[in-house]
């Protein structure tokens, strides 16, 4: 009879809703957790209906159950990392930032605000309420248009990017990833996705203390990138908890992303999604 001979991998936390239709949340998440060796764990705080034409019905958890949840994975595993992905109402991001707030492990937050068209997914007060979750983030990872949102200003270009990530560790997170996707084309040179990463080096921040960094990975042409933010921050978060730093964690997953995109998963009738699969590599 062969003997047990079980494994001891680092665990990581998602705190997200659920996409019925498999591509992004706690679905690609977990996925992504997995291909990196590291095992995933779940606080549910919306079901959808949708699928990879859109979305269709979002129901939020009910706030004592997303407590709950959270309390019955942090009173059990050693949580080595923490994500946040969709959190849908003002009173569950209030529950969220209370419960990490005694978290011994890094936070990344992707703060899902603005969906693939554009459309605002929170309300003005669920929005306000993510100032205090950012405050404690290690890693707060905005696209363009999230970015817009949490500074109110635009971000169009690089140097748009890099300010908003200056405000976003302004408001107290130790860094800040805004991701290039949804930047104007003109303002980058050559068919590439730019990243900006501002990194507080624990000196006071503001204009001085931080350190930026620029990632530029090939840009894949396909609109099959739903799940691409959820994959990343969930593979930044996956790094983390086997010990990487922000830097190391960050400039990996970035680079990986163009292979999750390439090999994207071409499902159902509307634009696929990314490949978490693809990520995870040393």
Do not use: W
Not at 4 to 22: E, F, K, Q
Not at 252 to 277: C, H, L, S
């Amino acid at each position: 009879m062969p003997e047990y001979d079980p494994v001891d991998p680092p665990v990581a936390l998602t705190i997200a809703g659920s996409d019925s239709g498999g591509g992004a949340g706690i679905q690609a998440d977990l996925t992504a957790m997995t291909a990196h060796g590291v095992f995933g764990t779940a606080v549910v705080t919306a079901t959808t209906a949708q699928n990879t034409r859109g979305v269709e019905d979002v129901t939020p958890v009910p706030v004592d159950h997303v407590a709950s949840q959270y309390a019955a994975v942090a009173g059990n595993f050693d949580v080595g990392a923490v994500k946040t992905g969709m959190l849908a109402t003002a009173e569950i991001v209030d529950a969220v930032t209370e419960a990490v707030a005694d978290a011994d492990a890094p936070l990344v937050v992707d703060p899902v605000m603005v969906a693939a068209t554009g459309d605002r997914l929170l309300s003005p007060a669920a929005e306000e309420a993510y100032e205090d979750l950012i405050a404690a983030a290690t890693l707060v990872t905005p696209n363009a248009d999230e970015a817009a949102v949490l500074t109110g200003e635009p971000v169009e270009t690089p140097a748009d990017a890099e300010a908003a990530g200056r405000a976003l560790v302004a408001l107290g997170a130790d860094a800040a990833l805004v991701k290039g996707g949804h930047l104007d084309g003109e303002s980058v040179e050559g068919d590439v996705v730019v990243d900006t990463l501002v990194r507080s080096d624990g000196a006071g921040g503001g204009e001085t203390g931080l350190t930026v960094d620029r990632f530029e990975t090939p840009r894949i042409d396909t609109d099959a990138t739903h799940g691409s933010g959820c994959a990343l921050s969930s593979a930044i978060a996956a790094r983390l908890a086997r010990g990487e730093s922000v830097r190391e964690a960050v400039g990996v997953a970035v680079e990986e992303m163009t292979e999750a995109v390439r090999r994207g998963y071409d499902v159902g009738v509307g634009p696929g999604a990314v490949n978490p699969t693809a990520l995870g590599g040393e």
